[in-house]
T-cell receptor, first 117, second 111 residues
Framework: DAGVIQSPRHEVTEMGQEVTLRCKPI?????LFWYRQTMMRGLELLIY????????DSGMPEDRFSAKMPNASFSTLKIQPSEPRDSAVYFC???????????????FGNGTRLTVT | QKEVEQNSGPLSVPEGAIASLNCTYS??????FFWYRQYSGKSPELIMS????GDKEDGRFTAQLNKASQYVSLLIRDSQPSDSATYLC???????????FGAGTTVTVRA
């Protein structure tokens, strides 16, 4: 089975430019999560979707960040304008909700390493 | 208080020894618990899940859960250099669908 697919793997951009990260979740999964990971702050949840609907975006750092999920097989995370402090590894993850206590682990993509100069 | 706390690392163990990783959580109603391994420069991968009190063994890995003490641990027996990685504890809260992650414990296995 194909896992979670993210693109691009690496992105280098200049401050002020727009950045779009893409994610294809595992087929059949109903939850999709966007995380950001840095050495200083660890793994941070930015936003998550259930059946393509955004449920909790409280982790989105500021209005420069936006995320969409137009269908069950595609999601984007956009940063506009980008800043050097946005440099991090961005992970997309998906899961299939079974039942509370039955185990709904996350499956992570390979991540996008973003460098903003 | 953080939702999920892990013992601070890094943890250095000799090859062949047992590595013991600890995790405590604050939500008493949590029911699902996961351990992820993350190699440097890679994404987290699920290595163990546990849902009921007691021990669960999978190869050289053993997860232990004690809900009364709000404590979950991971033992790595016969540690190998290939086990050198950061291990993340994740907990499913009572009233949410997003996992809470600990900060991770970095393990180094010395040959």
């Amino acid at each position: 089975d194909a896992g979670v697919i993210q693109s691009p793997r690496h992105e280098v951009t200049e401050m002020g430019q727009e950045v779009t990260l893409r994610c294809k979740p595992i087929s059949g999964h109903d939850y999709l999560f966007w995380y950001r990971q840095t050495m200083m702050r660890g793994l941070e949840l930015l936003i998550y979707f259930n059946n393509n609907v955004p449920i909790d975006d409280s982790g989105m750092p500021e209005d420069r960040f936006s995320a969409k999920m137009p269908n069950a097989s595609f999601s984007t995370l956009k940063i506009q304008p980008s800043e050097p402090r946005d440099s991090a590894v961005y992970f997309c993850a998906s899961s299939l909700w079974r039942a509370r206590g039955k185990g709904s682990p996350l499956h992570f993509g390979n991540g996008t390493r973003l460098t903003v100069t | 208080q953080k939702e999920v706390e892990q013992n601070s690392g890094p943890l250095s163990v000799p090859e062949g020894a047992i590595a013991s990783l600890n995790c405590t959580y604050s939500d008493r109603g949590s029911q699902s618990f996961f351990w992820y391994r993350q190699y440097s420069g890679k994404s987290p991968e699920l290595i163990m899940s546990i849902y009921s009190n007691g021990d669960k063994e999978d190869g050289r890995f053993t997860a232990q859960l004690n809900k009364a003490s709000q404590y979950v641990s991971l033992l790595i027996r016969d540690s190998q250099p290939s086990d050198s990685a950061t291990y993340l504890c994740a907990v499913e809260p009572t009233n949410d669908y997003k996992l809470s992650f600990g900060a991770g414990t970095t393990v180094t296995v010395r040959a």
